[in-house]
């Protein structure tokens, strides 16, 4: 069985742009440090010293000069430690990279990748745990993707870098870079729609990121209660396969979406308008979405377990909507998603 983890496809991904293509630069905080950016660019600045391109603390200056380089025939991954440093280049994502297409007639084109990781575990607290796809997902011009497995990012990533014409952001979960898949088992997805993860016939999941494999932990205890669950990873934001969620529903009748984020204006909200504007008879009963507490995340180890869903809580709203009395027995336990991933710890 080959295997292969969350991290090492980053690094292959890296890997691969860098050798196949010299328009590829890779820029940001911690890519020639000696742990390469959690260990997925090591060794890329010895052999490519000219593309590997350390940066100080000016995320929105490094981001303008990124977008220059593209438009002068380059392909710049842009890299963010943290998706919440990722803030700090709105102006140049958002009215720059975004736009140009659009306000040229497509004469320029902005082709690059940005990198934004999302952090979780030991505390990081309310300004370095932020999970914000949708507020970019809300953008025309930026393709908005949400890799849960390696075999999506190596599929994503070279289709961005080699064939994709515009701004790609992809959300990382640093949760999951120290997991192994199996390479065979792991089917890809490419740099737009979804794909089903698991049929089912009773409950369709939609699930993004780090919550895919919390929503697989669900299924597989549901199954034992006799409960069928379909799982879809949604992956692509800003191009979900609305197709396919609307055929999963006309089948189960029953709706759990379950995001990394806020359930306010956010992923979930998105997807129940899909169905929504779809036919409003597709549902049995109504949908319950499951995100973050609405509040900053707390740095407490205690309190920052309460404050993500996991497979305690999409057992629960499962059963909810299949009708269960809820016996909390039953229910897996409320624990740290740590204790099941593997633990990292700092400086980041």
């Known amino acids: ?25 890779i820029i940001g905080q911690g890519v020639t440090d000696f742990k390469g950016l959690f260990g ?17 603390i000016a995320e929105d200056s490094i981001a303008g000069i990124c977008i220059g380089a593209a438009l002068n ?11 919440d440093f990722g803030l700090l280049i709105f102006n140049q994502m ?37 999970s914000l796809q949708s507020l970019l997902g809300h953008i025309p011009g930026l ?24 701004p790609v952001v992809s959300f990382e979960h640093r949760l999951m870079y120290e997991l192994s898949f199996d390479e065979q088992s792991d089917h890809p997805i490419g740099l737009h729609g979804s794909r089903v993860v698991k049929e089912g016939e009773d409950v369709t999941i939609v699930a ?11 299924a ?26 609307i055929r999963s529903v006309s089948k189960t009748g029953r709706l759990l979406v379950v995001d990394t984020s806020w359930n306010s204006y956010g992923v979930a909200a998105e997807v129940n308008r899909l169905i929504n504007q779809s036919s409003s008879d597709l549902l049995h009963t109504p949908a319950i979405s499951l995100g973050m507490q609405p509040s900053p995340c707390p740095t407490a180890k205690s309190l920052e377990d309460l404050f993500y869903p996991d497979v305690h809580d999409i057992v629960r709203a499962v059963l909810e909507l299949v009708g269960e009395n809820v016996d909390e027995e039953k229910v897996p336990m409320k624990q740290s998603m740590t204790d099941f991933y593997k633990h990292f710890k700092g400086p980041f």
């Open 1 to 25: 069985m080959s295997e292969i983890t969350y991290r090492g496809a980053l690094a292959r991904s890296m890997q691969d742009a860098m050798e196949q293509s010299e328009r590829t630069i």
């Open 40 to 56: 997925t660019t090591l060794g890329l600045a010895d052999k490519y010293p000219e593309r590997v391109i350390e940066t100080p």
């Open 73 to 83: 025939g380059l392909y710049p991954i842009n890299t963010h430690i943290r998706a």
């Open 94 to 130: 958002v009215n720059l990279a975004a736009k140009y297409r659009y306000m040229f007639g497509g004469l320029f084109e902005v082709p690059m990748l940005f990198r934004l990781i999302v952090g979780r575990s030991w505390g990081q607290g309310a300004q370095h745990s932020q």
């Open 143 to 166: 393709t908005v993707i949400m890799p849960s497995s390696p075999a999506s990012i190596i599929h994503s990533y070279k289709e961005a870098i080699f064939y994709h014409p515009g």
């Open 208 to 218: 993004t990121s780090v919550m895919v494999l919390e929503s697989k932990r669900a």
């Open 220 to 245: 597989a205890h549901l199954e034992s209660m006799g409960v069928s669950v379909e799982i879809i990873d949604l992956h692509s934001i800003s191009n979900p396969n609305t197709e396919m969620i």
